[in-house]
């Protein structure tokens, strides 16, 4: 760091300080002055004491003159000039004051009586050296002080963006605040939560990647093995096309879901489109309903009364709300069999302005210890469970980005239950 701010600081507050010095000294002399000051005192006193030594002069001459003022204390009798006509005063200086007087004698000579006196020697930004000193030496103390702790602390930040950009996400700020209380200590733990989300996302990243490469991996090297059967036995050529077939297929789905993942994950925004969630739910139970005849599942709908003519519309992306659902749906079918249910109730708080889809199977569940990673990619309540556990992941960005939440528990003596809560629009009603 090259300290720019460091001596900006300590120059602004050097200069500050002494400008602020200077203030209070003019402030100090265009005060009224107080009536103990010399020269008010001076003021006073002088036509007293010329009133004196002028009545002894036109009385009985200079020498009664000189001895009166002779008499009076040193403090005043120093301050007392008798000047006759062939004697020039002395020039004054910028901090002496006097009074002056002309009387004339019984010979008719006139001499000059002056009472010199200490005049406000205070002037415009000038003042006594110990305030120059206290604003030109404790001022940068001062300053470096103030400079050090506001600047020590950006530099740690400094070098925290550096480690951050370096690669090492396990630098943290906030310790190195100390007791601080202030932005910048509100800055390094921001910084931290941002390093700890970072973090978070390159380790699920990786993951992802590896639940990938794992999940590509044994299709196709079972689709190499079926090819090298069918090479080197012809008479098993259609069982290993068969087998390439279904191989085939099972990458398309997967590929088809990590696309659904991705593009669920790069929707950070809500949307702009306005729509009825009833309306949505029954257009994707009409398709999933198309599938659970094939399998023998029966899907029983409910919504609430609730949810009528005066509830609120759906601010967001339809696409979305749509996956979301599909995807719930499709793993309550997944995991059904001949003769079970799946149960989808929608409901509509109106306190909290809120829509809430129940889907609950009647399938085995999901074991407790896997219940808080259920919505996270390749994760399976079991391993030999079918699908490729991305469908609740999909279901889960989808419903991130509407700005819902997802959640899953294990319903008794009915199997898993998934809710989806979304809020409604408050800017849009039904007509």
Do not use: C
């Not at 139970?285 to 029983?300: H, K, P, Q, S, Y």
């Not at 899953?408 to 898993?416: E, I, M, Q």
């Amino acid at each position: 760091m090259k300290g720019g701010l460091f001596w900006k600081i300590l120059l602004a507050f050097w200069v500050a300080f002494f400008v602020i010095t200077q203030l209070v000294w003019v402030l100090v002399i265009f005060e009224p002055p107080a009536s103990t000051r010399e020269d008010i005192v001076a003021r006073r006193a002088a036509p007293i004491v010329l009133d004196a030594v002028g009545t002894a002069l036109r009385r009985t001459g200079e020498l009664s003159a000189i001895r009166l003022r002779d008499s009076l204390p040193a403090s005043e009798r120093t301050r007392v000039e008798i000047l006759p006509p062939s004697v020039q005063p002395a020039p004054l200086t910028r901090s002496d004051a006097v009074i002056e007087r002309r009387v004339t004698g019984p010979d008719g000579v006139t001499f000059r009586l002056r009472y010199h006196y200490q005049g406000d020697t205070r002037f415009l930004l000038t003042m006594p050296i110990e305030p120059m000193i206290l604003a030109l030496i404790f001022g940068p103390i001062f300053g470096v002080v103030l400079a050090w702790y506001l600047v020590s602390p950006i530099r740690r930040l400094r070098q925290g963006f550096e480690r951050l950009a370096a690669g090492d996400l396990t630098v943290r700020l906030a310790p190195d605040m100390g007791g601080r209380h202030d932005e910048i200590a509100d800055l390094a733990r921001d910084f931290d939560v941002m390093a700890e989300q970072l973090g978070q996302s390159i380790q699920a990243r990786e993951q992802l990647l590896h639940d990938v490469s794992h999940e590509l991996r044994s299709p196709l090297s079972r689709l190499q093995l079926a090819i090298g059967l069918a090479r080197q036995d012809r008479s098993g050529v259609k069982a290993s096309l068969d087998r390439i077939e279904y191989e085939g297929r099972r990458l398309d789905s997967v590929v088809r879901e990590l696309l659904s993942l991705a593009r669920a994950e790069s929707r950070q925004s809500p949307g702009e489109d306005y729509f009825d969630l009833t309306a949505l739910l029954e257009n994707v139970l009409a398709d999933a309903r198309f599938e659970a005849d094939a399998a023998g599942v029966v899907i029983v709908s409910d919504v609430d009364a609730a949810v009528g003519g005066d509830t609120p519309h759906l601010r967001g992306s339809t696409e979305l709300v749509r996956w979301a659902i599909d995807n719930v749906l499709r793993n309550a079918l997944r995991f059904s069999t001949r003769g079970q249910t799946v149960r989808v109730k929608l409901t509509y708080d109106k306190a909290a302005r809120r829509y809430e889809i129940d889907v609950v199977d009647e399938g085995p569940g999901a074991p407790a210890s896997a219940l808080a990673t259920l919505f996270e990619p390749f994760v399976r309540a079991d391993e030999t469970s079918p699908g490729f556990g991305l469908g609740l992941a999909v279901a889960k960005r989808a419903v991130t980005a509407q700005g819902g939440t997802i959640d899953a528990s294990n319903r008794a003596g009915a199997g898993l239950g998934v809710r989806i809560t979304l809020l409604a629009d408050n800017l849009s009603e039904r007509a």
